[in-house]
Nanobody
Framework: QVQLVESGGGLVQAGGSLRLSCQAS????????MGWFRQSPGKEREFVAA????????SFADSVKGRFTISRDNAKNTVYLQMNSLKSEDTAVYYC????????????????????WGQGTQVTVSS
């Protein structure tokens, strides 16, 4: 089993930045594909970004390309989501997720691909 705990959410003005962190414990973190998803009220949970075990392969939703970056530190069992140029439409609960399935640029966007989920952290962007 893997436990995932997100942190770093909060209230920020449009155009600002936030960095989310996701700390993992349990199974060997470095073997997992890690992803970030988000969910706004009344909407389905959507893919944001993902990274393979080494950090050499990444995937981003079109809505965040050029603004968000994803990285990981396997020594610290942590994955990060750096969010820049935030917009009001980025307001959501952000979830960290881990997958035991090898990285695939297309399939990594699917929620069903992930085995482990965190409890989420709220990000609110004020306009």
């Amino acid at each position: 089993q893997v436990q995932l705990v997100e942190s770093g959410g909060g209230l920020v003005q449009a155009g600002g930045s936030l960095r989310l962190s996701c700390q993992a414990s349990g199974r060997t973190f470095s073997s997992l594909v890690m992803g970030w998803f988000r969910q706004s009220p009344g909407k389905e949970r959507e893919f944001v970004a993902a990274i393979n075990w080494s950090g050499g392969r990444m995937s981003f939703a079109d809505s965040v390309k050029g603004r968000f970056t994803i990285s990981r530190d396997n020594a610290k069992n942590t994955v990060y989501l750096q969010m820049n140029s935030l917009k009001s439409e980025d307001t959501a609960v952000y979830y960290c997720a881990g997958s035991t399935v090898p990285f695939n640029t297309v399939l990594v966007t699917r929620r069903s691909r992930y085995d482990y989920w965190g409890q989420g952290t709220q990000v609110t962007v004020s306009s």
